[in-house]
């Protein structure tokens, strides 16, 4: 694509990176098929190839309008069209550069921004959300069926985190909301490495990774989010540590997608680039981990086998995992693996809607979107259905009556409940 960039983008750093991009599409349009609002609207400009032209058009000095904003929002930056593209265009890049170009120029309304601003306030903060979900849960049976199906009636029980007794140590990420809603999940992880000869910790001055500020276009917010969270794992980390660690585990794939991107996100940051590559190559998904240690963890479900039932699940693959991290067929076969029958999910590709803060930021489109996945998933009667997420997780959860879990939840219980 031929681009002539505007001057007041042409010579920072982020205008040559979306330069170099609009350069690598070729309008082929395969990208078409796979993005779930142009099945859903049936419009061009909420297309990938659309938005790209909007994003070629603003970055060429058009002054963006409120439509513009309007299909830029309305993507799930789900990065299903990066997958499916044969020329490399990173988009969600792009999406993430153009964003900021826009909010300089279309001033939102102001019900719109106390929502974003709120967002911002509640979700990163675990003390801040944890108060307004019991609050929720408290109030859930007067609140509006919408609202209501967003906030669990109870959060889980998180059971034992076993005491670190190995050599072998990995960090893990807890995040802001997954400890509120399902502590379960890293307890779980915590107890499954345990078992392999692995001893999970956390550090008390973490935070959210980032990625809901940034996505929210508060990109310098979220880069602190960053910044404070090498300091907090800095001193498990540097190379010249003794008691250093072997990985930074993640097991929320929004949050993993993030972390092993610090490296870009600071790359022009004079006192944290450095780290901010360390911890990036630190940084795996839980199911990454599991697959290295295959070794140690496929004997411990030869044991179990032979006295448990198999049950059946459907696993939905979040997007963040599947196209952010580009890791399919690792979770199916550990699961498969350790005794599971996996029922087959068509259109697997497509978003679930949850997409950070779009079910709250565009509910009408993340509905269908829910909707559409849950009648899929459950089409062939599973047993369970389980995810790597916790953002798709709460958001499946709203719309179903099965209990959704994450798949460490269910290879957790396989393994200590027998
Ligand atoms: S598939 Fe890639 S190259 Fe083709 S139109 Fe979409 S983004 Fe452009
Ligand atoms: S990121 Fe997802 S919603 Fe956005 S254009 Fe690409 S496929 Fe469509």
Not at 134 to 163: D, F, H, M, T, Y
Not at 225 to 231: A, E, G, L, Q, V
Not at 370 to 386: A, C, G, M, T, Y
Request: one cysteine or more; aromatic letters at 6%; hydrophobic letters at 35%.
């Amino acid at each position: 694509m031929q681009t002539n960039l505007a001057d007041l983008v042409k010579d920072t750093r982020e205008g040559k990176e979306a330069d170099a991009i609009l350069r690598t599409c070729v309008h082929c349009g395969f990208c078409l098929a796979t993005c779930p609002t142009y099945q859903l609207l049936d419009d061009e400009l909420d297309s990938p190839r659309g938005r790209i032209y909007l994003m070629k058009e603003v970055l060429e000095g058009r002054v963006a309008t409120q439509r513009t904003q309007l299909h830029l929002d309305r993507c799930l930056t789900c990065r299903a069209c990066e997958t499916a593209c044969p020329s490399g265009v990173r988009y969600g890049k792009l999406i993430d550069i153009c964003r900021n170009v826009v909010e300089k120029q279309v001033e939102r309304s102001v019900k719109t921004k106390i929502v974003r601003y709120t967002l911002r306030q509640i979700l990163p903060n675990l003390n801040v959300f944890m108060v307004f979900l019991r609050i929720g849960q408290a109030v859930r049976s007067l609140l509006p069926k919408e609202i209501r199906g967003l906030i669990p009636s109870k959060s889980r029980n998180a059971g034992i985190w076993p005491p670190a007794r190995h050599k072998r140590k990995m960090l893990v990420l807890d995040g802001c909301v997954q400890p509120s809603i399902a502590p379960n999940i890293n307890t779980a992880t915590a107890r499954i490495l345990d078992k392999i000869g692995i001893s999970l910790i956390k550090v008390e001055k973490e935070n959210c990774c980032g990625a809901i500020s940034y996505h929210l276009n508060a990109q310098q917010e979220g880069l602190d989010y960053m910044r404070h969270n090498i300091d907090a794992w800095w001193p498990y980390c540097d190379n010249n540590v003794a008691h250093g660690v072997e990985a930074i585990v993640m097991t929320a794939s929004g949050c993993g997608v993030t972390v092993k991107e610090y490296g870009n996100y600071l790359i022009n940051d004079p006192i944290y680039s450095e780290k901010a590559v360390r911890i990036s190559e630190l940084t795996k998904d839980i199911s990454e981990i599991l697959e290295d240690e295959a070794e140690q963890l496929i004997p411990l479900f030869s044991n179990v086998e032979s006295c448990t039932k198999r049950s059946k699940l459907a696993f939905h693959s979040p997007c963040t995992l599947q196209h952010g991290l580009q890791i399919n067929g690792v979770v199916e076969n550990i699961l498969t693996t350790a005794g599971f029958d996996l029922i087959f999910v068509r259109d697997s590709h497509i978003c679930c809607g949850s997409a950070g803060t779009y079910s709250i930021l565009q509910p009408k489109l993340s509905k269908q979107l829910l909707r559409n996945k849950i009648k899929i998933l459950e089409s062939d009667k599973p047993d369970q259905i389980v995810t790597a997420n916790i953002g798709c997780l709460a958001h499946l959860q709203s719309g179903t009556s099965l209990i959704i879990k994450h798949w460490i939840e269910v290879l957790d219980e396989k393994l200590h409940n027998h």
